[in-house]
């Protein structure tokens, strides 16, 4: 059974810290793509970052880089987006998801075979 669970969503203040973990069950470790997107309200979805498996490439939006950071532990098969320096516009709904095989188009929401549920993350004073 495939499965992505995200975790770590929560409310900061601006220019704070959140960690989000995406973990992943039923999914072969070897030759796939996990990918961050997150929605807003009235907005829509919005890529922030992609890892490959197992070789650890990552890609990030523009918007995002030098703040937001994504990473792996094969060992747990979970993949993790650290955010930094957090903005009220980061206030969204981020998930999780993932693809069967490598995918070139990482960016695309399309690519992408399985979705999490989401997790909501608020930067607000």
């Known amino acids: 059974h495939v499965q992505l669970v995200e975790s770590g969503g929560g409310s900061v203040q601006p220019g704070g810290s959140l960690t989000l973990a995406c973990a992943v069950s039923?999914?072969?470790?070897?030759?796939?793509?996990v990918g961050w997107f997150r929605q807003s309200a009235g907005k829509e979805r919005e890529w922030i970052a992609s890892i490959y498996r197992p070789g650890g490439n990552t890609f990030a939006a523009d918007s995002v880089k030098g703040r937001f950071a994504i990473s792996q532990d094969n060992a747990k098969n979970t993949v993790s987006l650290q955010m930094n320096s957090l903005k009220p516009e980061d206030t969204a709904v981020y998930y999780c998801?993932?693809?069967?095989?490598?995918?070139?188009?990482?960016?695309?929401?399309?690519?992408?075979?399985?979705w999490g549920q989401g997790t909501q993350v608020t930067v607000s004073t």
């Open positions: 039923g999914f072969p470790i070897d030759r796939s793509c």
């Open positions: 998801a993932a693809t069967y095989g490598i995918r070139a188009d990482y960016s695309r929401g399309s690519s992408y075979d399985v």
